[in-house]
Every structure is written in structure tokens, then in C-alpha cells.
């Protein structure tokens, strides 16, 4: 895991939204098709993100609190 996957996703998901921009068929609702393209890709790679970095950094170190009681 490394913290230029973030990066690299934003790219892909950049190109993503430029892609759906300039590919819209033209008519009356293009302006309604692009916004929900864009904000679509956005969001499910702001979800992406939140979810990568939580596993990545998480905010708790996990601690073992005495799973097995010990045989002396």
C-alpha cells in the first residue's frame, strides 16, 4: 500500500470526468448528464479515498487485550 495510489486514482478519475465532459451527446439535458457524470466520479472517488487512507493510517493502533488467558 503506498500513498501514490491516491494519486495515480485521482488521474484516472480526472481523466474519467474530462472523458465524460467532452463524450456528452449533445441536447437539452447535456448540462444535467455532465453535472451528474462528474459529481458521480467525484464521489465515488472521494469514498475510494476516505476508505484507502482509513486502512492506510488508521486513527487506533489496534491493541491485544488478553484474548487467551495464559497456562502457567
Known amino acids: ?7 495515480w486514482m485521482f488521474l ?3 481523466v474519467a ?7 456528452t451527446p449533445k441536447g437539452i439535458n447535456q448540462t444535467v448528464i455532465r453535472t ?3 459529481m458521480t ?3 465515488c472517488y472521494m469514498m475510494w479515498a476516505l476508505c484507502y487512507l482509513a486502512q ?3 486513527l487506533i ?11 502457567e
Not at 17 to 22: I, L
Not at 61 to 71: D, E, K, M, Y
Open 1 to 7: 500500500m503506498s500513498g501514490f495510489t491516491i494519486i
Open 12 to 14: 484516472a478519475a480526472a
Open 17 to 23: 470526468s474530462a472523458a465524460s465532459y467532452v463524450l
Open 36 to 38: 451528474m457524470l462528474v
Open 41 to 43: 466520479i467525484v464521489c
Open 56 to 58: 492506510l493510517h488508521p
Open 61 to 71: 493502533n489496534p491493541t491485544r487485550v488478553g484474548l487467551r488467558p495464559h497456562h
